[in-house]
């Protein structure tokens, strides 16, 4: 339901600005570390299988946490959850680049954890508030760009300011970015009414959906299926393509260029083929990583179009996973929204330590392993969604009212 302050003037659009800002922030504060993984590795000299618990940890704090969190945030003004949040994350970024041990940097992570649900969920809920209906999807998908961005763009950037700068200045650029984005927020977001918000009772009702339930095991194997590679993905083109870490950056440049137009297509697809986008993803992320599998060791300017690929195939997997979820269950988006986050967390902790694993056993390879395995088990879940007891909105229609809500998507 859309507050008073629905309207479409300058000052909502100025505040869904900071949002985005915020919500790219975030995803720069999580993801951020896997584009200057090989230096965290040389800094504080660890394993890959250590070095998976940048990811794996933050993940698992995330994934318990989360949806406890945002059941019990009804009453709190929305505005500073959102500052709040972004205050975290900029701290935790500028106190990452002075960590002194890799235990150190595991532990700063813990509060932006902890905090990532909650701005998550609400930042989403914020959106739709701020603009009448017949605006509120096109607004909820130019906030997703932001996490987007976060992840595929983020991380290049991240490498390039380590690469060009310091080790250093990479952290410091994800905390001034989250900084800059609570000002922001701070200043134009409006005050929220707390009356109008569902019940404890009512919001945990929708547990009882089969169809949610199965929709966040594919979720989570869907993440598993991304992170399983995209995890190491600057340690994979070092170890495998023998790259410094300048051409590494690049590289993911046009990795992240190639995971907006994933992006775009995705939301296109979903808009007319829920079921058969669902169905079709992780097959496409196979492919692409079939492509990497192959041409991996390529020349530097022969891996522009496999990275290209690859990001296209790797980016569209949270739209597609989060469509697919709010579908199975309308209702308490803020709760609904915030359990996508946790099985996605899931599957970043599965995707990263069972990575970590295959690469152990198998060579840089073994992360491609992992992700082909972790997609044919997205690809059956789907499959089961069409059974009986889960044959409700997102397993049994093409298109659904929730897409429209939730649709993320670019205009």
Not at 21 to 48: A, C, K, N, T
Not at 66 to 77: A, K
Not at 172 to 194: C, E, H, K, T, Y
Not at 259 to 279: E, P, Q
Request: hydrophobic fraction near 55%; aromatic fraction near 12%.
């Amino acid at each position: 339901m859309n507050s008073p302050t629905a309207t479409s003037g300058p000052r909502n659009s100025v505040a869904l600005f900071f949002i985005t800002l915020g919500l790219f922030g975030l995803y720069l504060i999580e993801f951020g570390v896997v584009g200057i993984l090989p230096s965290i590795i040389s800094r504080f000299d660890i394993s890959i299988m250590e070095s998976s618990w940048l990811l794996g940890s933050f993940a698992l704090i995330v994934g318990v946490c989360g949806p406890f969190i945002v059941l019990f945030i009804g009453r709190f003004d929305r505005r500073k959850l959102l500052a709040l949040s972004l205050l975290v994350f900029g701290i935790t970024g500028i106190v990452s680049a002075i960590a002194p041990s890799y235990g150190a940097l595991l532990a700063i992570r813990v509060p932006s954890a902890l905090m990532h649900a909650v701005f998550f969920s609400v930042a989403f809920t914020t959106v739709r508030a701020l603009f009448p209906p017949e605006k509120a999807a096109r607004a909820t998908a130019i906030a997703f760009v932001g996490t987007t961005m976060g992840m595929v763009l983020g991380v290049p950037l991240m490498a390039r300011f380590e690469a060009t700068l310091s080790y250093e200045a990479a952290f410091l650029f994800s905390g001034i970015a989250n900084l800059l984005a609570a000002i922001g927020v701070w200043i134009v977001v409006p005050r929220s009414d707390a009356s109008q918000r569902a019940s404890l009772g009512s919001t945990v009702q929708v547990l009882k959906k089969p169809a949610l339930w199965l929709a966040l095991v594919q979720g989570v194997c869907v993440f598993a299926a991304m992170l399983s590679v995209y995890g190491f993905a600057a340690e994979y083109l070092e170890r495998v393509a023998g790259l410094d870490g300048q051409r590494i950056s690049i590289l993911l440049v046009v990795f992240g260029l190639g995971g907006v137009i994933g992006n775009l297509l995705a939301g296109k697809f979903l808009d007319h083929w829920l079921f058969r986008t669902a169905l079709l993803y992780p097959i496409a992320l196979s492919a692409a990583y079939l492509v990497l599998f192959a041409f991996g060791s390529a020349t530097f300017a022969a891996l522009f179009p496999v990275c290209l690929v690859w990001g296209v195939g790797h980016a569209a997997g949270q739209v597609v996973s989060q469509v697919w979820t709010v579908s199975s269950a309308t209702g308490a988006p803020e709760f609904v929204t915030s359990l996508f986050a946790s099985a996605g967390n899931f599957g970043v902790l599965a995707g990263s330590t069972v990575g970590a694993v295959f690469i152990t056993m198998n060579g840089m390879h073994g992360a491609i392993q992992s992700g082909w395995m972790f997609a044919a088990l997205a690809v059956l879940l789907v499959l089961v969604s069409r059974l009986g007891p889960f044959r409700t909105t997102a397993g049994g229609a093409n298109t659904a009212p929730a897409v429209q809500e939730h649709q993320t998507a670019a205009p």
